[in-house]
């Protein structure tokens, strides 16, 4: 099986800055993607943070306009991790924030599945 695990979430102030931590690890052959969501409470779960692994859009990264210049995801393929730099926070990041990673458990899957972390709380309050 395949596990996402993250750290780093917190409390923080308005302005400050927090650096998330997602690594995978189990039955993994390849990543494609590896990326963040979060969800506020009441919210729908949006997208954050991209970033492509493997293949010809390896090291391509996409942004929601809401984090854009602010955020910054990178990753580390040796360790298959995936790290999301938070500056100038604002009230409204509070949310949980999801790791997932679209990956290949086995040379012969035939399909490319999408793993989860269980979410890390972050919170931005003064």
């Known amino acids: 099986q395949v596990q996402l695990m993250e750290s780093g979430g917190g409390l923080v102030q308005p302005g400050g800055s927090l650096r998330l931590s997602c690594a995978a690890s189990?039955?993994?052959?390849?990543?494609?993607?590896m990326g963040w969501y979060r969800q506020a409470p009441g919210k729908q779960r949006e997208l954050v943070a991209v970033?492509?692994?493997?293949?010809?859009?390896?090291?391509?990264?996409n942004y929601a306009d809401s984090v854009k210049g602010r955020f910054t995801v990178s990753r580390d393929n040796a360790k298959n991790m995936v790290y999301l730099e938070m500056n100038s926070l604002k009230p409204e990041d509070t949310s949980v924030y999801y790791c997932f990673a679209d990956l290949k458990s086995t040379v012969y899957s035939a399909s490319i599945d999408r793993y989860w972390g269980q979410g890390t709380q972050v919170t931005v309050s003064s």
């Open positions: 970033i492509f692994t493997s293949g010809s859009r390896s090291g391509s990264v």
């Open positions: 189990g039955r993994i052959f390849s990543i494609n993607v």
